[in-house]
């Protein structure tokens, strides 16, 4: 079973994408940026039936979305009379409601739709992973080329501003980069519940990290733990991979809380 081309597909794509979802966690709960991720994984639904609707290929529609979703909220949120959380509200649901009738309209059933709302192993194909190991990188090599300026303004965005920093052009270089890492990630966990994995890794990495150093490291560990975990548990208990991945990470945050949270 652990040796099926199905499930080492899938044991690449978690080991990819767990330790980057872990390390932009870091930077989402810094910012109090969660809200926004679970903003962007329900508009992705909007492109996702929309290239579904038009016969795009579901993997080029969901990261095409993805950075377009992205742009947009970044735009929107770095308007001074509308605030980020009012922006993710506008922009969520419109988006959910253009999925929810591009689905209607297409009158056709796809397994593909169905895997990126929920996930589903089973249809990692290589060339998904090509795109992931791609785009990851590309991920990557952004964020510690400028990981002195994503700490500062993580800190002190004012200050930031302040020193020389274009806040605005970081921050909106940000939205795409956490919205191209959902769509990735979104066939292994499904947009439903790949937010998690933006949020519970950072968070649980600040109850114990004791820099930033050491926080960066830890989110992307259990990043890591938390996917490629859950998939082995997932296989060895025959039950849902996405589902199984997020109980985990949470299970971890929980335990974590218990053992150094009142401390």
Do not use: C
Request: hydrophobic share 60%; no cysteine.
């Amino acid at each position: 079973m652990f040796e099926s081309p199905f499930f080492l597909r899938a044991l690449i794509g978690s080991s990819i994408m767990g330790p980057v979802l872990g390390l932009l966690s870091s930077f989402i709960v810094l910012r109090n940026f969660a809200f926004a991720g679970l903003g962007i994984t329900h508009a992705l639904i909007g492109g996702i039936g929309f290239g579904f609707l038009i016969g795009m290929e579901p993997t080029y529609s969901i990261i095409l979305s993805s950075i377009i979703i992205g742009t947009i909220m970044a735009l929107v949120s770095l308007n001074q009379r509308i605030n980020e959380t009012t922006a993710i509200g506008i922009i969520f649901p419109f988006m959910m409601a253009v999925g929810i009738i591009s689905i209607a309209l297409s009158k056709r059933y796809s397994s593909d739709l169905l895997s990126y709302l929920f996930g589903n192993i089973l249809l990692l194909t290589k060339t998904d992973l090509y795109i992931t190991f791609i785009l990851a990188a590309a991920i990557l090599i952004w964020l510690f080329s400028f990981l002195k300026e994503l700490i500062f303004i993580s800190f002190n965005s004012e200050l930031a501003s302040a020193s020389g920093i274009n806040v605005s052009l970081y921050h909106f270089l940000f939205v795409i980069v956490v919205s191209v890492a959902i769509a990735i990630s979104s066939k292994l966990m499904g947009l439903v519940l790949v937010s998690a994995l933006t949020v519970i890794p950072g968070a649980s990495a600040t109850i114990i990290a004791k820099n930033f150093s050491s926080l960066l490291i830890l989110s992307a560990i259990l990043g890591f733990v938390s996917t490629v975990g859950g998939l082995f548990l997932s296989f060895a208990l025959n039950i849902p991979t996405g589902a199984t991945i997020i109980a985990l990470t949470g299970a971890i945050f929980f335990i974590i809380f218990a053992a150094k949270g009142r401390k």
